[in-house]
């Protein structure tokens, strides 16, 4: 059973500062070690606020930003739309999903999770894929018991020294969730 104080949204250019520090909190609390201490050490809230904020107002086609509220704080966020890369036509992609360390397990990730996977069904996509950085063993756990399952796909993520080692999860939506004319 949910928590009835549990709720997902459209996000807004109001919330890129929070954004920014869900994203900076969970990145640092999940990438030591395989990301520099550097790298993550240097990452500026301000910044990303304002980088948050232009990708909020000016998304890339099909592309949607959801949070994720608890009451009324923003605890986490996810970012969707169509796949990139050599995916086949029909697929959609969860770019991220992210929730601040101090909400894991609480909800918030699950409520989030299953507001995308309804939003990919209600936008036509009959199957979805995501990128995880290799053992990233909470989010592959968290996955795979929602039935998004390591399809064999790799990628080294070169925006990082070093690069980061992905692996692509992937989940055909049964056709029992689709519409019906």
Not at 5 to 27: C, G, K, P
Not at 63 to 84: D, E
Not at 90 to 116: E, K, M, N, Y
Not at 150 to 156: F, K, Q, R
């Amino acid at each position: 059973m949910t928590p009835p104080d549990i709720s997902v949204r459209a996000a807004t250019d109001l919330d890129a500062a929070r954004l920014a520090e869900v994203h900076i909190a969970a990145w640092r609390a999940t990438y030591r070690g395989v990301m520099t201490d550097d790298y993550l050490d240097g990452l500026d809230i301000g910044r990303a606020a304002k980088a948050w904020r232009r990708n909020i107002l000016e998304p890339r086609d099909g592309t949607l930003h959801l949070v994720v509220q608890t009451g009324k704080v923003v605890t986490g966020f996810a970012i969707l739309g169509p796949a990139t890369g050599d995916a086949d036509a029909g697929t959609g992609q969860l770019h991220a999903i992210i929730v601040h360390p101090d909400w894991w397990a609480r909800g918030a990730g699950s409520v989030l999770f299953a507001a995308a996977e309804q939003k990919f069904i209600e936008l036509g996509y009959d199957r979805a894929c995501l990128w995880v950085a290799a053992g990233n063993n909470r989010a592959i756990s968290f996955y795979n018991k929602r039935g998004w399952l390591d399809d064999g796909a790799t990628l080294e993520d070169p925006r990082f020294d070093p690069p980061v080692s992905e692996n692509r999860h992937s989940r055909i939506f049964p056709d029992s969730w689709l519409p019906r004319d």
